[in-house]
């Protein structure tokens, strides 16, 4: 890794997953936190280290959608086992 200066950030650059990600200080971090953000926004992840080891990673968001968690229930049926329960009058509710 090879310091190297990126938006006036004092930056490293290793690969992680295939990628190639940032790695920034915390107090370079927190003095532009702000243009981090702007990175991670574009797609890009920010390793945070403390004394050159990672603390904290900033990895853009990715929106998860309901049916997409649920989609491995849809693909087989047959292992839910689902019990309607009974249907029971509603309970009398105590008037104030």
């Known amino acids: 890794m090879y310091p190297t200066w990126a ?3 004092l930056t490293t650059w290793s690969f992680y997953g295939g990628f190639l990600m940032r790695h920034v200080q915390v ?3 927190k003095a532009a936190f702000s243009g981090l953000l702007a990175a991670v926004e574009a797609g ?3 390793a945070i280290t403390r004394r ?3 603390i904290a990673r900033l990895v853009p968001d990715s929106p998860t959608m309901a049916a997409d968690v649920f989609q491995p229930f849809w693909d087989h049926p047959e292992e839910i086992d689902l ?3 009974d249907e029971r009058p509603p ?3 105590a008037t104030l």
């Open 44 to 46: 890009e992840t920010v």
């Open 83 to 85: 019990v309607v329960p």
């Open 27 to 29: 107090t370079e971090a």
């Open 7 to 9: 938006e006036g950030i």
């Open 91 to 93: 309970e009398p509710v």
């Open 52 to 54: 050159g080891r990672v």
